[in-house]
């Protein structure tokens, strides 16, 4: 009994040191894949659009992509809103109550930054498909710059945290920190 209890022990504390190992696979793998996903997305909907069918099929595999692209931030996130975990926060310290403190709102914050980063990320594929319209015969006048407005607004919600820790330190406060 001792040595099945030993065995045991000992493949649970191989399993316990692997797990990260396979964590970063994991969220590697999410990442890569979600990229990859965007740009095949991308080129489904110019092909769609050039033969008029519905892009809704090219929208879902850009937003599945999308999701699998924030995937870590999406989890981590997750699981310190209902307090499965403690970790830092660093990159929002800007926030009230973030940080290690524990409370289960403290990450509130990181999960509304993840979905202004997923609608950053739908507001540049906009702007892709405007610039592909604008490009037809008969496009509307202006579609162009609402393409180039969807894509400045776009990016700049994708890096939303970046630019509120550069407006806080040009106005004098702490900045990101991260």
């Not at 989890?75 to 940080?99: D, H, I, K, M, R």
């Not at 990181?110 to 202004?116: D, Q």
């Not at 609608?119 to 405007?130: E, M, P």
Request: aromatic share 14%.
């Amino acid at each position: 009994m001792n040595t099945l209890t030993s065995t045991a022990t000992g493949l649970l504390q191989q399993v316990a040191n692997d797990l990260p190992l396979l964590w970063n696979l994991l969220t590697t793998f999410s990442t890569l894949t979600g990229f990859t996903m965007c740009g095949y997305a991308l080129y489904r909907a110019v092909q769609d659009q050039k033969r008029g069918e519905s892009m809704m099929g090219a929208i879902a595999v850009f937003v599945l992509g999308i999701a699998l692209v924030n995937f870590v931030w999406f989890v981590n996130s997750a699981t310190q809103t209902v307090g499965f975990s403690t970790g830092s926060l660093s990159t929002f310290s800007y926030t009230a109550g973030s940080g290690t403190s524990g409370t289960p709102g403290s990450s509130v914050p990181s999960f509304a930054f993840v979905i202004l980063k997923f609608f950053g990320w739908i507001a540049a594929f906009r702007a892709f498909l405007l610039w592909s319209e604008s490009a037809r015969s008969g496009s509307p006048p202006g579609t162009v710059w609402r393409g180039t407005t969807h894509f400045v607004a776009g990016i700049f919600l994708i890096n939303i945290q970046q630019v509120l820790g550069t407006m806080g330190s040009y106005m004098g406060g702490a900045g990101a920190g991260g």
